[in-house]
T-cell receptor, first 114, second 110 residues
Framework: GQQLNQSPQSMFIQEGEDVSMNCTSS?????WLWYKQDPGEGPVLLIA?????ELTSNGRLTAQFGITRKDSFLNISASIPSDVGIYFC??????????????FGKGTKLSVKP | NAGVTQTPKFRILKIGQSMTLQCTQD?????MYWYRQDPGMGLKLIYY???????DKGEVPNGYNVSRSTTEDFPLRLELAAPSQTSVYFC?????????FGPGTRLTVL
C-alpha cells in the first residue's frame, strides 16, 4: 500500500527548543494534515494544508505543504512540556466530490525535558 | 456536541469470541471510518462508510465487519477474535478532509 515516510521517529528535546519534523511520499497528495495524539487518546487535528506551497500557523505550530505535493513539514517553536505526544502526518489524495482516504505516517514521538 | 464517542474503552477477549465495538457521532457527518493502531505504527484503515447503508473495505478489512444503518452509528464487528487483532481501535467521522477521532477502544485478545 501507499506509505508516508515520517521522520524523525522520536525526539528528546529541552524545553524552549524548536522542533522540526517532516513527511515525504513517492505519491502526490491533495491535502496534508498534521495530528497530535496524547497517551490513551485519539488523534487531534492540529493543522490542515490544502494547496501546494501553503504555509499555515496555529499558535506555536507552523506547517507547510511542499511545492512538489509529495512532502510536508511541521515546526513547533519554543517547546513546552505539554507538547509531549506523538505527531502524525496524514495525506489525502482525493477531496471535494470524492472523499478519499487518509494515509498516515508512523508518527514522531516527542519528549520534552523541563 | 459530544463529537465521536466509542464504547467500550477497554476489552479483553478470548480467542474465538466475538464482540462489537460501538461508535457514535453527533456532528451529522456522512463519512465515518474505523482504524486500528498497533504499537509504534500509524493508523491503518479497516472499513469506511460514505453514508448510511454504504460501506467499503479499507487497507486491513480481514476479520472485521461493519454496518451503517444510521448516520450517527458505525459499529465494528469482530466475529472470531484472534491474537493478531490485539490493537487500539479508533473510530472517526469527517466533513470533507478533516477527520475527527474518538478516544479509542483498547482490545486485547488472549
Amino acid at each position: 500500500g501507499q506509505q508516508l515516510n515520517q521522520s524523525p521517529q522520536s525526539m528528546f528535546i529541552q524545553e524552549g527548543e524548536d522542533v522540526s519534523m517532516n513527511c515525504t511520499s513517492s505519491s502526490i497528495f491533495n491535502t496534508w494534515l498534521w495530528y497530535k495524539q496524547d497517551p490513551g487518546e485519539g488523534p487531534v487535528l492540529l493543522i490542515a494544508l490544502y494547496k501546494a506551497g501553503e504555509l499555515t500557523s496555529n499558535g506555536r505550530l507552523t506547517a507547510q505543504f511542499g511545492i512538489t505535493r509529495k512532502d510536508s513539514f511541521l515546526n513547533i517553536s519554543a517547546s513546552i512540556p505539554s507538547d509531549v505526544g506523538i505527531y502524525f502526518c496524514a495525506g489525502l489524495k482525493n477531496y471535494g466530490g470524492s472523499q478519499g482516504n487518509l494515509i498516515f505516517g508512523k508518527g514522531t514521538k516527542l519528549s520534552v525535558k523541563p | 456536541n459530544a463529537g465521536v464517542t466509542q464504547t467500550p474503552k477497554f476489552r479483553i477477549l478470548k480467542i474465538g469470541q466475538s464482540m462489537t465495538l460501538q461508535c457514535t457521532q453527533d456532528m451529522n457527518h456522512n463519512y465515518m471510518y474505523w482504524y486500528r493502531q498497533d504499537p509504534g505504527m500509524g493508523l491503518k484503515l479497516i472499513y469506511y462508510s460514505v453514508g448510511a447503508g454504504i460501506t467499503d473495505k479499507g487497507e486491513v478489512p480481514n476479520g472485521y465487519n461493519v454496518s451503517r444503518s444510521t448516520t450517527e452509528d458505525f459499529p465494528l464487528r469482530l466475529e472470531l477474535a484472534a491474537p493478531s487483532q490485539t490493537s487500539v481501535y479508533f473510530c472517526a467521522s469527517s466533513y470533507r478532509e478533516t477527520q475527527f477521532f474518538g478516544p479509542g477502544t483498547r482490545l486485547t485478545v488472549l
